[in-house]
């Protein structure tokens, strides 16, 4: 082993650390590994940005603003407008919810398909009763699964394929990937529609209640005009119909008291409320409570209302480890933070103090018609149902018509994959499918770096022989086992340490051995790289390795240990199903 060698394992055994160990955010670890990858000389100075050119980082980026005008054209509301009051039981909305999104992941990133479901599920799940629990962790699986079923619908494939062309000269095509993705979507969303029986009760709200209720934090300023001054603790809180309970009273200069129901209650007081966005609102009404620090949003000229609107802090969000006085989001963007929520945990500082993370449900008080667009700035995804334009229709047959000319184009061979969705993402903004501010947006510019400073680095593993010695290192251990069992081992590895990592992050480590261990072994590569790309893409375990499956974290109240009882036995089923079907597709 060269000094070269130990010089690459050990760089890459670094990033691996960091990234489990979560504390910095994974495009600056990726960009520090490239920094010191240069530096000590394993990645030659003159191919230390290779990686931002690659196609890879265009495919990707384009995709998402593909993703963001089919997202915004508003098309799934007009379609599961018309159906969704036939969706009376879980099993349905799971089946017909689950599949649309699956469908939808195919054509389009799946995280971006899963924004546009997820509004959808929350309000289907109010309006029958039905807890969002039982449904949003399925829908997320869901679209992670769709995503399997072509080149675009996740990174794994599109990483893979970027390998599959470095190896065999041609990479892997539009729907290549979609009878393996296509069986296993089927099968997957046959056992989410009983299997969301296995999550664990009390997680949501119950029939005809907003998510999480009773776990909403918030802090209402008591004005010497309100009704309940000189009142009792007892008597606001059955003005909130037994929907509201008052946690703490802040006072004499910022201290916090746990009251009595025979506390009375002064003005200026401060008080910690739990309940969900409704109580709230309806009892700021009744008592005139006020938002603290915060000036009253006056009501403007043209008639856009003060409303509130409840939203997740998503992956990315300029909140994130923030807190509302560091952001003034009131002088900056015309917000006021009203409550927090955070599954279920209570929030023991005060509300503005409180540093946000992705997941946390959010309750913001500000201009109805300009709260979209601001949350959407914010990086936060509005839970409520969104109102349909009139020229909506034609926004959507346009965005949708771009997308399909990008596909046949691709898939016809005629440009390639990159150029055809590079020329979708600039005709979305070019016939105003999309506007250039959300397209900049929504595209994830932390990935982008992550893929762009690890390529290098998984070229110097290659270079410097570390993939091969990896490599050789598996084919001793799978040795005597039929190809069958070598593929299942690298789809178990990549599973193994999807949960840990970003899964791109996975895919960039694991493809480039995949990819020697198929040449030790002297087998096709295909099957091997399919593996990796299944395996990435299929992280049910954890709520961090994959942004589907933060995304529902906070709206559906689950806790870590939630992903177990529904994602544990389906990864047994893809554990056992996809390597047969990966060696029946792609023979080794």
């Not at 009390?202 to 300023?221: C, H, I, K, N």
């Not at 109805?368 to 229709?393: F, S, Y």
Request: hydrophobic residues 50%; contains cysteine.
């Amino acid at each position: 082993m060269t000094a070269e060698m130990l010089a690459t394992f050990a760089l890459l055994a670094g990033v691996m650390g960091f990234l489990i160990w979560d504390r910095f955010r994974y495009d600056i670890v990726a960009g520090t590994a490239l920094v010191v990858g240069v530096a000590i000389g394993v990645v030659p100075v003159k191919e230390a940005f290779t990686g931002f050119s690659d196609d890879i980082v265009i495919l990707v980026a384009s995709a998402l603003v593909v993703s963001a005008g089919i997202e915004r054209s508003g098309l799934v509301d007009l379609l599961l407008g018309r159906i969704s009051g036939r969706l009376d039981s879980v099993t349905r909305q799971v089946v017909v919810l689950g599949s649309a999104v699956a469908i939808l992941s195919a054509v389009m990133k799946n995280v971006g398909a899963l924004a546009i479901f997820l509004p959808v599920a929350i309000q289907l799940a109010r309006r029958h009763g039905t807890p969002p629990s039982r449904l949003l962790m399925p829908l997320a699986f869901a679209s992670l699964l769709g995503g399997i079923c072509t080149l675009i619908g996740t990174s794994p494939n599109i990483i893979v394929s970027r390998m599959r062309e470095e190896m065999l000269g041609t990479p892997f095509g539009m729907f290549s990937f979609t009878p393996l993705g296509l069986a296993l979507t089927v099968l997957g969303v046959a056992f989410l529609s009983v299997g969301w029986r296995l999550l664990p009760r009390g997680r949501g709200g119950g029939a005809g209640q907003p998510f999480m209720v009773d776990d909403y934090t918030s802090e209402m300023l008591l004005p010497t005009a309100s009704p309940f001054v000189n009142k009792t603790v007892e008597a606001l809180e059955e003005a909130g119909e037994g929907d509201v309970t008052i946690c703490a009273v802040i006072r004499d200069g910022g201290r916090r008291y746990i009251p009595a129901g025979h506390w009375w209650l002064f003005g200026g007081d401060v008080l910690v409320l739990r309940c969900d966005a409704t109580a709230l609102k309806r009892l700021v009404m009744r008592a005139k409570l006020e938002v603290p620090g915060a000036t009253e949003i006056p009501q403007a000229a043209s008639g856009n209302e003060v409303a509130v609107a409840e939203a997740v802090v998503t992956e990315g969000s300029a909140l994130i480890n923030a807190t509302a006085r560091d952001l003034r989001l009131r002088d900056h963007f015309g917000l006021n933070l009203v409550a927090l929520s955070r599954r279920g945990r209570p929030v023991r500082q005060r509300i503005r103090d409180t540093r946000m993370r992705r997941g946390d449900l959010l309750v913001f008080q500000g201009h109805a018609e300009d709260m979209p667009t601001l949350l959407g700035v914010l990086g936060c995804l509005p839970l409520a149902e969104r109102r349909i334009d009139l020229d909506r229709p034609a926004h959507a047959w346009r965005a949708v018509a771009i997308l399909g000319v990008a596909i046949a184009l691709s898939t016809s061979g005629v440009i390639p994959v990159a150029a055809a969705f590079f020329a979708a993402a600039v005709a979305m903004v070019a016939t105003g499918a999309l506007k250039l501010t959300d397209a900049y947006d929504r595209v994830e510019w932390p990935i982008l770096v992550l893929i762009g400073c690890l390529i290098p680095i998984g070229e110097a593993l290659q270079r410097t022989g570390g993939s091969g010695l990896i490599a050789a290192a598996l084919a001793d251990s799978v040795q005597g086992l039929p190809p069958l069992g070598a593929v299942a081992a690298i789809l178990l590895a990549a599973m193994a340490v999807t949960p840990f990592l970003n899964n791109t992050a996975t895919v960039l480590v694991l493809a480039p051995i995949a990819a020697s261990l198929a040449r030790q072994v002297e087998a096709n590569p295909d099957p091997f790289l399919m593996a990796v790309a299944v395996g990435a893409a299929c992280d049910f375990l954890t709520p961090v390795g994959h942004q589907c499956n933060t995304l529902v974290m906070g709206p559906g109240g689950y806790r870590f240990s939630d992903y177990w009882h529904l994602g544990l036995p389906l990864s047994v089923m893809v554990a056992v199903l996809a390597p047969p079907l990966i060696v029946l597709l792609w023979p080794p």
